[in-house]
């Protein structure tokens, strides 16, 4: 998943030109959204902002999409293999939960990261459904689904889970 119009260069250039520069904080948060999806590309350097946050902000989560690059690709082989989706919906690994149906701002990276990205500007806090199990976010705190629970998410973050069982410390 890329974020590029379809069509010829020229028809790009033509939309580039015409399309209105995203606020940093939009950039950013699309950036986190794109972190755990197989590609990451930039239509827009980070330095075309005037403070030097969105740059710092880019390394760090172009370097958090580089830790689950092995995740990442050993998902796309098996996709090769057997056909199973890289980025999943909530309900695709918990069809027996109603309520995962109704999300539609999370996915999973296969089975065992749930990613729960923000996507409105503003927004500095947010629901997510935790599925059946014990999940660990970025922090190390435990979260025990099913539940729908309240996490923080400032601009500096990307609220992210994984299963207690491929939860590593550093």
Known sequence: LLPFPAGTFNDY???YKTFRRPSEEL???LLQATTFM????FTRPPWNYTDNKAVELTKKFIHLHAEHAETIIDLMKRRVATGSPVLRPVWYNYPEEPKAYH???QFMLGENILVAPVTVEGQRERPVFIPP???VDQHGKTFKGPAEVKVLAPLEELPYFKKAEHFEKK
């Not at 197989?38 to 590309?41: I, K, L, R, T, V």
Request: proline share 0%; glycine share 18%; no cysteine.
């Open 27 to 29: 950039y950013i948060r």
């Open 133 to 135: 199990g014990s999940w």
């Open 38 to 41: 197989a590609g990451q590309s």
């Open 13 to 15: 250039f033509k939309w």
């Open 103 to 105: 999300i539609g701002d």
